[in-house]
Every structure is written in C-alpha cells, then in structure tokens.
C-alpha cells in the first residue's frame, strides 16, 4: 500500500475551486451573520453602534451598514490568499493557517476592546470578530477540504 500526499498530510488536499467555494462561503456566512448582529442586537438592547470613522484616534460615531461589510469581506480575501500560499508551501497548510488565524483574531480584538462606547456595542463589535474569523476559518480549512 502506498502513502498519498493527502494522507501524509493528515488531510485532503485543497483545490484552488474548493478553497474559492470555501471563501464564497465564508463571506455569505460572515455577512449575513454579522448584518443580523448590526441589526437586531442594538434595537433589542437599545445601543448605537459606533466606532472611529476616520481611523483610530478620530471621533466616533454611528458605524455605517457597509463600514460592516467590507470589514468583512476584505479579511476573507485576504485569509483566502493567504491559504493559498500556504498550501502551495507548506506541509501542514491548515494547521498553520489556524495558528494564524488565532493570532489575527487576538490582534483584532485591539480595535473594538478599548473603544469608549457603550459596553453593549463594544460586545457586539467584539462578536461580529469572532463570527468573522470563524466563518472564514471554518470554510478556508474545512469546507474547503470537503470534509
């Protein structure tokens, strides 16, 4: 019996078109997850979300529906880069994408966390990151290798 690639591996390996299904998917997901938060967390609980407009340091306001979108959509293609370097130079492709992926999520969590807004926005804010880093490592490391 002979050993596969994949098998030496510990997992399938992915494609260019599952890993792009993978990254569709995981915008979807993200996206609609994170508008769901947008929309009905602050008017069940009667906050604003509000951010830094113009960057850190600028004044804060309401935080627009598509400020939320690309905020989104911009990691997802760049995670989707990202895997596939990785899995044309490395080995173990999704493990590292995972450590990588841990990291940048921690690394994120400096944006909403010190933000001087209402603890039920800074909450929510905390949450569309996770549910971001989660669709997108989800669909980049296990939809995508069809398992």
Same mark, same amino acid.
Do not use: C, D, K
């Given at each position: ?5 994949? $098998? ?15 990254? @569709? !998917?995981? +915008? ?21 979300? $509000?951010?830094?407009?113009?960057? /850190?340091?600028? $004044?804060?306001? /309401? ?13 997802? !293609?760049?995670?989707?880069? @990202? ?15 995972? +450590? +990588? ?34 669709? !997108? ?11």
């Amino acid at each position: 019996m002979s050993t596969t690639n994949s $098998e030496v591996r510990g997992s399938a390996p992915i494609t260019t078109g599952r890993l792009l299904q993978g990254a @569709l !998917i995981s +915008i979807v997901v993200a996206v609609v997850l994170n508008l769901l938060l947008y929309f009905l967390v602050p008017a069940i609980f009667g906050f604003t979300l $509000e951010a830094p407009l113009g960057g /850190p340091g600028s $004044e804060i306001g /309401p935080l627009p529906v598509y400020m939320v979108v690309v905020a989104t959509v911009v990691p997802a !293609i760049v995670a989707a880069l @990202l895997m596939m370097l990785l899995n044309r130079l490395v080995a173990r492709p999704v493990r590292l994408f995972r +450590i +990588i992926a841990g990291v940048v999520l921690l690394l994120s969590l400096a944006g909403p966390l010190p933000l001087p807004i209402a603890l039920g926005a800074r909450l929510t804010l905390v949450a569309m990151h996770v549910i971001t880093a989660a669709a !997108i490592t989800y669909g980049l490391t296990v939809w995508a290798r069809g398992a």
